[in-house]
């Protein structure tokens, strides 16, 4: 059974950085895309990025782009966002996720519980 686990998550001033790591179990994930989503209060769930976990290939959203990295460590099973130069807006659970198709921006069957992010102004 799958299990991804994140942590790392707090309080932040806005420009500071922060790094969230997922932790990933069950199985083999060769060829997945592992993906990184969030949501604020009273928004939907959107697109963070997303690595595949193979080649390390990365995908972000615009809002996000130059400023976050996703990384991962094949050795400890765990995929990391580096969020810096944080913004107010970046409040919101962040949550990581597993795709087997790949690194896409939709279509993740597995989930973790999220880890709430606050950026303070």
């Known amino acids: 059974q799958v299990q991804l686990v994140e942590s790392g998550g707090g309080l932040v001033q806005a420009g500071g950085s922060l790094r969230l790591s997922c932790a990933a179990s069950?199985?083999?994930?060769?060829?997945?895309?592992m993906g990184w989503f969030r949501q604020a209060p009273g928004k939907e769930r959107e697109f963070v990025a997303t690595i595949r976990w193979n080649f390390g290939w990365t995908d972000y959203a615009d809002s996000v782009k130059g400023r976050f990295t996703s990384s991962r460590d094949n050795a400890k099973n765990t995929v990391y966002l580096q969020m810096n130069s944080r913004r107010t807006e970046d409040t919101a659970v962040y949550y990581c996720a597993a795709n087997r198709r790949g690194a896409t921006r939709a279509e993740y069957a597995y989930w973790g519980q999220g880890t709430q992010v606050t950026v303070s102004s």
């Open positions: 069950g199985r083999t994930f060769s060829g997945y895309g």
